[in-house]
């Protein structure tokens, strides 16, 4: 019989690693854990001198964003952390490898919308998957272009611009 791991079984797990360094790092060092990163170097912000930087990668949260039923805290919660932790991890971009959203409506954008807003200051990319866009690739005006496409991302200095159809920033 062959192993194999589900989708969403690699999210969930995916989903715990915020949690778990966060409970490691207390155990570690409760001084390091104690400070606020308002103390830490760069005003909080990732030191753009480090020789190593972190790029946040959060895999599909389609099933967290679902009209079907769903609860968008874990992926508010993933990226507060993630904001929080900017400075002390050195983490410099945060990307979204795609899937969204389920079924890709008004409705589930408008709450992936809400849940990335939990991000702050934190730069980051969407990516379209094919949950959130449909039809035969021929993409046009949709929810998802209207909730992430470049006007979301051209306030953030990590902007370079975008695809004539907007899709890709």
């Known amino acids: ?36 990163s308002a103390t830490t170097p760069h005003g909080g912000r990732p030191d753009p001198t ?8 959060l895999p ?13 805290e874990p992926v508010r919660a993933t990226l507060r952390h993630l904001d929080r932790e900017r400075a002390q991890d050195n983490i410099v971009f945060m990307t979204q490898l795609g899937d969204v959203t389920e079924h890709g409506t008004e409705t589930e954008m408008r709450a992936a919308s809400r849940a990335f ?38 306030r953030m200095k ?3 611009g975008s695809s004539p159809d907007g899709y890709n920033s």
């Open 50 to 57: 480090a020789q190593r930087f972190t790029v946040a990668v």
């Open 158 to 160: 990590t902007y370079g």
């Open 117 to 154: 807003d939990a991000a702050g200051r934190l730069p980051y990319s969407v990516l379209a998957g094919n949950h959130d866009v449909s039809g035969d690739d021929q993409r046009g005006d949709s929810p998802y272009l209207r909730t992430f496409g470049p006007q979301r991302f051209s």
């Open 1 to 36: 019989m062959e192993n194999s791991l589900s989708r969403r079984s690699l999210f969930r797990a995916a989903a715990a690693v915020p949690i778990l360094s966060a409970a490691a790092a207390g155990t570690t060092s409760a001084t390091a854990a104690a400070a606020p």
């Open 60 to 72: 599909d949260t389609q099933y967290l964003l679902d009209d079907g039923g769903s609860d968008a």
